[in-house]
């Protein structure tokens, strides 16, 4: 006969279906774990992509507010030089030279809005250093 008694037998091989789904149940919880590894991977891939879009288009602006900030200073002082040069007439009527720089910068203001590159402040202004002053 057997010498091994049944319960030892049907013990055992409880034993060895705990012992197995145990060691299944670890191996699909290792894979999970890495599959959620690969996804936090390409998350944080596609974050840093789209953190150097946003760092290059800061970048960008940073520039455009810069030269447009300098485009500000010159045509103030370039006005401020028109008035401080010139008398003003007597019914406050702006001057050609003055009249050129806001319209300079109302098209440099519109050019920047829809995007395209700002032109400069234009030649024809009168400023400072200017052949007219006194």
């Known amino acids: 006969m057997n010498p ?3 319960s030892w037998c049907l013990g055992g ?3 060895a279906a705990l012992v197995g789904a ?3 149940w670890t191996v699909r919880d290792w894979k999970r774990d890495s599959e959620v590894l690969a996804g936090i991977e390409k998350a944080t891939e596609l974050v840093n992509e789209q953190l150097a879009t946003i760092d290059a288009a ?3 602006y940073e520039q455009e507010r810069e030269d447009a900030r300098v485009q ?5 002082s370039t006005i401020r030089e028109i008035y401080r ?3 003003v007439p007597a019914d406050c009527a702006v001057g ?3 009249r050129g720089v806001l319209n300079d910068a109302v098209r440099s203001a519109n050019a920047r809005a ?5 032109p400069g402040v234009s030649a024809t202004a009168g400023g400072a250093g200017s052949a007219d002053r006194p």
Request: no cysteine.
């Open 4 to 6: 091994i008694p049944i």
């Open 96 to 98: 050609d030279d003055v």
């Open 22 to 24: 145990w060691g299944g």
């Open 13 to 15: 091989a409880a034993a």
């Open 72 to 76: 500000t200073n010159v045509r103030e």
């Open 114 to 118: 829809a995007g395209e590159p700002a």
């Open 58 to 60: 800061a970048q960008a």
């Open 85 to 87: 040069d010139r008398p």
